[in-house]
């Protein structure tokens, strides 16, 4: 269940990291478009525009998607995983009972612990997967409080 979470999750990593990037590329486009909104009327250019904006656009929606898809897939397979692992040993608890080695109230016991198992492993693997997304997002930030200024005032400059 862990190594499959954070495969899985790890794998993820690439879709959110794209989901960003082209989530900023399409914000700046419009915010470009926008403030230059004189510009482009000038040159008859609204058509270009919005069909940049467009193929941005629907290039982020791919991403998005690939992201919600592979997040399916995260459920699925802990859901899976968790289904399997308790039916083998409902099962072999249920044998047990058949051999006289256990009673009812241990099958009860072992479902009801079962269960109770699974609401932290669900709760720490969405932290884990929170945790990792807050990552690729603090790796854009960081990225963008790195990029230099393409004008620099000389050291010397006066202030006014």
């Known amino acids: 269940y862990v190594g499959y979470t954070i495969g899985i999750t790890q794998w993820r990593t690439k879709f959110r990291k794209d989901m960003n990037r082209l989530n900023n590329e399409a914000s700046g486009k419009i915010s470009d478009s926008l403030l230059n909104y004189e510009t482009v009327k000038y040159f008859n250019n609204e058509r270009h525009e ?5 193929s941005t656009l629907s290039k982020y929606q791919t991403s998005a998607l690939q992201a919600q898809s592979s997040l399916a897939l995260l459920n699925f397979g802990q859901s899976a995983i968790f289904t399997v692992g ?20 241990d099958l009860v016991l072992v479902n009801g612990l079962l269960f109770q198992l699974s609401v932290p492993l ?9 945790v990792q997304q807050a990552f690729v997002d603090m790796e854009a930030m960081f990225g963008l409080r790195d990029t230099k200024p393409a004008i620099v005032d000389p050291p010397n400059a006066v202030e006014y």
Do not use: H
């Open 50 to 54: 919005g069909e940049t904006y467009e």
């Open 122 to 130: 669900n709760f720490i693997g969405g932290v884990y997967r929170e």
């Open 86 to 105: 308790l039916t083998t040993i409902m099962y072999l608890t249920a044998k047990d009972v058949m051999a006289g080695n256990a009673t009812i109230g």
